[in-house]
């Protein structure tokens, strides 16, 4: 049952350029996002959250949106640095549970 | 800059044999988590543990899994019988709080490879 879902595998974006990644979920009760960053063999890294009263956080390069009618949500990094070539997990959580969903990850590729 | 630590970074066992890993969470933090990944696939949550007991469990942690903080610090997953399907990156993680207060802190992993 995959409650979290990333549906684009990778996506390769050109330095300096804006990356969109995208992220939908299925289960209504999800009222806290979060975006996590990981490269090869280390653990995931919390990049951004947002939580369901609000449409839009940012912090420096980053932009949460969260479209809470469409159950969708997305990362933007602005300007994309080579540096952001790493795997993108988004992950979804319910205050009436413990435990986050994650989706598969988007391996974002960014060429100089 | 606090962090969660995990031991050993990668362990080799047969088949059949038990394993522990373990985590040394975030001090101040109350919720500690195991998730797994296995190659090529996403993040999966393997249990929850809060005030000394199991939380949420997912239908991965069967009778095979337990885990336990047996002195205040630790935080240890053990596998009793391991089986081929359960190699794989098993991340720790811990949070201050539940709810909308806090985001989790993963350790960067134990990879298991049981042959």
């Known amino acids: 049952d995959q409650q979290v879902k990333q549906n684009s595998p990778s996506l390769s974006v050109q330095e300096g350029r804006i990356s969109i990644l995208n992220c939908d979920y299925t289960n209504s009760m999800f009222d806290y996002f979060l975006w996590y960053k990981k490269y090869p063999a280390e653990g995931p890294t919390f990049l951004i959250s947002?939580?369901?009263?609000?449409d839009k956080n940012e912090d420096g390069r980053f932009t949460v949106f969260l479209n809470k009618s469409a159950k969708h949500l997305s990362l933007h990094i602005v300007p994309s640095q080579p540096g952001d070539s790493a795997v993108y997990f988004c992950a979804a959580s319910a205050h009436t549970g413990n435990q986050f969903y994650f989706g598969t990850g988007t391996s974002l590729t960014v060429i100089p | 800059e606090p962090e969660v630590t995990q031991t050993p970074s990668h362990q080799v066992t047969q088949m059949g044999q038990e394993v522990i890993l373990r985590c040394v969470p975030i001090?101040?933090?109350?919720?500690f988590y195991w998730y797994r990944q296995i190659l090529g696939q996403k993040v999966e949550f393997l249990v929850s543990f809060y005030n000394n007991e199991i939380s949420e469990k997912s239908e991965i942690f069967d009778d095979q899994f337990s885990v336990e903080r047996p002195d205040g610090s630790n935080f240890t997953l053990k596998i009793r019988s391991t089986k081929l399907e359960d190699s794989a990156m098993y991340f720790c993680a811990s949070r201050s709080s539940r709810g909308q207060a806090g985001e989790l802190f993963f350790g960067e992993g134990s990879r298991l490879t049981v042959l």
């Open positions: 947002i939580s369901s009263i609000k």
């Open positions: 001090s101040n933090h109350l919720y």
